[in-house]
């Protein structure tokens, strides 16, 4: 089974970027549909970004609030998956998890 490990998280100023990295053990992910997740505080974990690289050539989904903002890519070789924050917000404040069929241990940013 696959495990995930989130880096990159931090504090950063409003309009500051980020780039969270997700490495992936126990299996190759190039064959996974991925994504990244984030739980603010107080409320629910919600969806961010997720990709899948399949017959036809891939999908890539970003919920409207990060779109134009972040990125989401993943290195098969590195068995790494990405998310590059760009513009960041205060609302973008919250733990950040990746995500395919196991969790990640999540990764804290914080924007102010």
């Known amino acids: 089974e696959v495990q995930l490990v989130e880096s990159g998280g931090g504090s950063v100023q409003v309009g500051g970027s980020l780039r969270l990295s997700c490495v992936a053990s126990?299996?190759?992910?190039?064959?996974?549909?991925m994504g990244w997740f984030r739980q603010p505080p107080g409320k629910e974990r919600e969806g961010v970004a997720a990709?899948?690289?399949?017959?036809?050539?891939?999908?890539?989904y970003y919920d409207d609030s990060v779109k134009g903002r972040f990125t989401i890519s993943r290195d098969n070789a590195k068995n790494t998956l990405y998310l590059q924050m760009n513009s960041l917000k205060t609302e973008d404040t919250a733990v950040y998890y990746c995500?395919?069929?196991?969790w990640g241990q999540g990764t804290q940013v914080t924007v102010s």
């Open positions: 995500a395919t069929s196991v």
């Open positions: 126990g299996n190759t992910i190039s064959r996974y549909c």
């Open positions: 990709m899948y690289t399949g017959f036809g050539g891939g999908n890539i």
